[in-house]
């Protein structure tokens, strides 16, 4: 491979780090939760165990690895820090509004879930060093968390009536 061709990431390392292993405490933690659900009879349990492990974990450590790869310019350490505090922040008061039965706490945690997102995507805007495709599939994850945010929404307000 030749110097030209080469893929230089261009994010901050430590930040890819970071975001993998909140990722990993948080597919860990979903695991544990779906372990006890049948015997402590949690009612949200398996719901909270699937949003540990698909938003905490996949979403949120494929997004924010991705991005060391796929940032045009370095990212700075404040945006990973805001971006991990958004999203972290987003889900606890998502699965805190859940488990409460308030779903305006729920709104709360999407409303901060779409601040973290648009800062990831902007943080990918322009040409970076990667393949178009591998671009796009990040764009596409970052699309259906999006969708899925008012879906989660409308559910936790017929929940709570």
């Not at 405490?25 to 949003?51: D, E, I, N, Q, R």
């Not at 178009?132 to 969708?147: H, M, N, P, Q, S």
Request: hydrophobic share 55%; proline share 4%; with cysteine.
């Amino acid at each position: 491979m030749s110097d030209s061709s080469r893929v230089t990431p261009t994010g901050n390392v430590k930040g890819a780090v970071a975001f993998g292993a909140v990722a990993l405490l948080c597919v860990v933690a979903g695991g544990l939760v779906a372990a006890v659900t049948g015997p402590l009879h949690l009612g949200h349990g398996s719901w909270a165990a699937a949003y540990l492990v698909l938003v905490g974990g996949v979403a949120q450590g494929a997004l924010g690895i991705s991005q060391y790869f796929l940032a045009p310019h370095r990212l700075t350490g404040w945006k990973v820090v805001a971006e991990l505090v958004a999203w972290n922040g987003a889900s606890a008061a998502v699965m805190g509004g859940t488990l409460a039965g308030n779903p305006w706490v729920v709104d709360a945690g999407g409303v901060l879930l779409v601040a973290a997102l648009a800062l990831m995507f902007q943080g990918v805007r322009g040409p970076g060093s990667m393949p178009g495709w591998a671009l796009w599939g990040y764009r596409i994850l970052v699309a259906a968390v999006a969708v899925s945010i008012p879906v989660g929404l409308f559910l936790a307000h017929l929940r709570a009536q």
